[in-house]
């Protein structure tokens, strides 16, 4: 087989997703890697150097065609037809409408769908829905054409069905894995956290700050919480970028002191991060996996979630929840965790369990099989 992997979103600086194609083209290559099969990963200019193939069936191509934009509709189609693709895999649902070979899509998730508001944009208005509605129209054309669609959760895979009317034996779940590998970093906490300008103790999420991750609440309750622990701080790990520039603004606002925006850490770094953290806070109103409270799980900081959209399915017993949509509820669970140690312990052991569940290796080899469908 020759298989085709859009890649252009690979690596850690684009957060959830490019973790996502990271790890599946690494295992991809290790169990695979020196078979007849041969793999084209296709990368951007940015992160063209991030991948290194170490098997001669893999060979990195550069595709620099910006994401969402009409370069990547109109003329990426046609470069990729040059390769002659038995199978091309698009990593996220942007599809070119124009490309005719078989292909295979992992929709991560319909947020599109569920959280469309204007303030997820710098657009204006009327360019802002226009952009809406072709971005739906991608989503539906390439549902519609996948010759397999992989999902990351049931919940996904149901918000699919619910949205789009198609086979439901067209769609795999193929959940994540969790293999948080950093570097070798001889640094202590203590350093680390003196470049960062961090204090413990303190709460931490790690993410985007888009409107549904709901930092807002959580920034509110946190002020709440603050009145009775005036030394607790809360760190926000995320590239700066609109949404964390209007959050930003919103803390000065709401005069909340104690919060921290480091911005983009290095997987050398944020390890310590999440190990020296009180527990990994997690507000979102819509996700279709949710990675970053794995990877706490993997450094044993205890989690306290959301419990909307797919966490309870992926979180199970090791997290507790609240409701996203009630700031109460959120202080009230980060203050549970404060206070009781034994609860503390609970929940971190709980989800230490869930850990063995995600694998990314497994997350590879289930991917295979779904190509192998395709061309048999």
């Not at 789009?164 to 795999?172: D, L, M, Q, Y």
């Not at 549904?212 to 590239?239: M, P, Y």
């Not at 996700?287 to 799980?297: D, I, K, R, S, T």
Request: charged share 30%; net charge positive; aromatic share 14%.
């Amino acid at each position: 087989m020759k298989i085709g992997i859009d890649a252009r979103f690979y690596g850690p600086k684009v957060k959830g997703l490019g973790r996502y194609l990271q790890k599946l083209v690494e295992n991809l290559e290790k169990i695979d890697g020196g078979s007849k099969n041969e793999y084209l990963v296709f990368l951007k200019k940015e992160n063209f150097d991030e991948f290194h193939p170490k098997s001669r069936n893999f060979k990195k191509v550069l595709a620099d065609f910006d994401w969402y934009g009409w370069r990547e509709q109109l003329f990426f189609p046609f470069f990729l037809n040059k390769y002659k693709l038995d199978l091309m895999h698009f990593g996220h649902f942007n599809v070119p409408v124009f490309y005719r070979g078989k292909f295979a899509v992992t929709i991560h998730d319909l947020i599109l769908f569920h959280y469309p508001t204007f303030k997820n944009t710098t657009l204006g208005k009327a360019y802002y829905m226009f952009k809406l509605l072709a971005y739906r129209l991608v989503i539906f054309l390439a549902v519609k054409r996948a010759k397999r669609v992989i999902t990351v959760s049931d919940f996904t895979k149901k918000d699919i069905l619910k949205n789009f009317k198609i086979n439901p034996g067209k769609i795999e779940v193929i959940k994540e894995g969790c293999e948080f590998t950093e570097k070798e970093n001889r640094k202590t906490p203590e350093t680390i956290f003196k470049k960062y300008d961090i204090v413990k103790p303190y709460l931490l999420y790690v993410g985007n700050a888009y409107p549904h991750k709901n930092l807002d609440r959580l920034c509110l309750a946190f002020k709440e919480i603050q009145k009775r622990k005036k030394s607790l701080n809360l760190v926000l790990v995320g590239g700066k970028d609109f949404f964390y520039e209007k959050l930003e603004s919103f803390i000065q606002k709401k005069k909340i002191d104690g919060i921290h925006l480091p911005g983009f850490i290095p997987d050398e770094h944020l390890g310590a991060f999440y190990r020296e953290a009180e527990c990994y806070v997690f507000p979102s109103l819509y996700e279709g996996f949710g990675l970053p409270p794995l990877e706490a799980l993997s450094h044993n900081c205890p989690v306290i979630s959301s419990n909307k959209s797919s966490m309870p399915e992926i979180l199970g017993e090791g997290a507790l929840y609240f409701d996203p949509e009630d700031v109460d509820s959120i202080k009230k669970a980060i203050q549970e965790v404060l206070s009781n140690p034994e609860k503390k312990k609970k929940t971190l052991e709980e989800g230490r369990k869930r850990l063995p569940l995600f694998d990314w290796k497994q997350n590879a080899r289930e991917t295979l099989q779904v190509y192998k469908k395709v061309l048999q």
